[in-house]
């Protein structure tokens, strides 16, 4: 296959995660304070509202141009798949043909000399728990002699998290307080968290949203999709034991949610198409309404997901992160459209820019665990670190990095960029 090239130069490296084919959206702010969306382009962003200003979207239908000025991407979410098929095209050829550079090249800023910002204004963040492996393993970590529940292969699990408390890639993470008991303790106590860990996930934003009592039907749950970003969901592990019977987590997960900057469509991610998670035969088809051949068939995504730690005495020694952990969206259970559909199914409303993420994403593998409870059982199995130092769980001053990717023979490789944090101590508590 044929590879378009951009003239933006560092888009045609093999190695960026922004090639011509991926643009993936976001926000930024100049140093000015500016805020407006932008689209990622090598290791530059092509600014939407200045390339509405030059005339280069004058094609286009009014109305997208027009949402391409705003400092959230909810309006173009809001436009549906539609906009998105229309709009990306048009990049591509704006930024592939030679004869538009005079005209689009003011338009571009360098990634490093802007603050990415939330893409949108979330206004409901729902955590699902989609990885079999997953809730296997906690469960048997959490419930020895009852790991899977009962209705884990009928229903796609989740919780409605806190959209306040969303997070862009850089943000410190401050070490939350909280009840936590331990086993031999007769009461609970009060302080900082003693396991701090990290969740691999990808989340999905919304585009068009459904009307309250409106279910949105398995076969149209994708064009209410716009696009997908990582998600490093914090989690108090020792909180969340204690607090999260009867009614699930609360505490343990609500004081902070990284996510990427970038979302990259479903567009750009039609390459990496791949069939849906088969089910052992044991296992009990999906009830009708969570049942379609078409999701059977390219409902799962080949992304490459990766873990990175890089602790304080690395940073002081100037070494490089380690790779904790090496997972694959396509592992997932169920598929974003299942979940998507299943949230809608008793006529819940979900609105453009509301986000979905898919639960920690583990795998089979020893090495594709989505999170250090998993990897070092809860504690017991300690995690060594390349330098000589051990991790139970996160300590203050570590950094987590998360990153994916999807690669595939004859198509140039996309990526998500970083979805990074720091732990900062706790306040006094
Ligand atoms: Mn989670």
Redesign the pocket.
Known sequence: MAVTRSWVESANDSRTDFPLENLPFGVFRRSCGFVTSGVAIGDQILDLRATVANGSLDTLDPQISRSCENDSLNALMALGREAVDALRPRLMDLLSDRSSRARVEPALIQQSAVEMLLPARIGDYT?F?ASIYHATNVGSLFRPDNPLLPNYKYVPIGYHGRASSMAVSGTEIQRPCGQTKAADAEEPSFGPTRSLDY?L?VGFFVGRGNAQGRSVPISEAESHIFGLCLVN?W?ARDIQAWEYQPLGPFLA?NFATTISPWVLTLDALEPFRVPAFKRVTDDPNPLPYLNAEEDRARGGIDLKLEVWLKTKQMRAENSAPVRLSQGNLRDLYWTLAQMLTHHTSNGCNLHPGDLL?S??VSGAARDSLGCLLEITRRGAEPLQVPNGETRKFLEDGDEVILRGYCEREGHPRIGFGECRGIVRPAQSC
Do not use: F, L
Request: charged letters at 50%; glycine letters at 10%; aromatic letters at 10%.
């Open positions: 955590d728990y969740e996930e969901d989690s997960k993420a639960g920690t």
